[in-house]
């Protein structure tokens, strides 16, 4: 039910937006993650957002160049990337979930409280 689109090849310190869109009910209501796996590997919660307080937790690794944002009245979120580096290839996921703990700990759990997930989009960092 979320559909993931945005993602691409750039240079490094290049950016991209991707975007995420889904039913109101989902984006608007529900906590939101973005996740992202390199294959082979587990899932990473690089950014996630409480629907309770709005309160947005950034991994120490993409602090200062990611940053989340949500436009409501057309049901979508984003995920903008600045200064990307190698090192943040990987294919990225948005995911929500219906219950919280707190914003950290659902991106920290890896994805395994999301109850809901795109299929991926491909971001590949490379000169």
């Known amino acids: 039910q979320l559909v993931e689109s945005g993602g691409g090849l750039v240079q490094p310190g290049g950016s991209l937006r991707l975007s995420c869109e889904g039913p109101?009910?989902?984006?608007?209501?529900?906590?939101i993650g973005w996740f992202r796996q390199v294959a082979g590997e587990g899932r990473e919660g690089i950014s996630c957002v409480s629907a309770v307080d709005g309160n947005t937790y950034y991994k120490d690794s993409v602090k200062g160049r990611f940053t989340f944002s949500r436009d409501r009245a057309k049901n979508q979120v984003y995920l903008q990337m600045n200064n990307l580096q190698p090192e943040d290839t990987a294919t990225y996921f948005c995911a929500a979930a219906r219950h919280i703990v707190t914003a950290r700990m659902l991106c920290d759990g890896g994805g395994r409280d999301m109850d809901y997930w795109g299929q991926g989009t491909q971001v590949t960092v490379s000169s």
């Open positions: 109101e009910l989902i984006l608007g209501y529900y906590h």
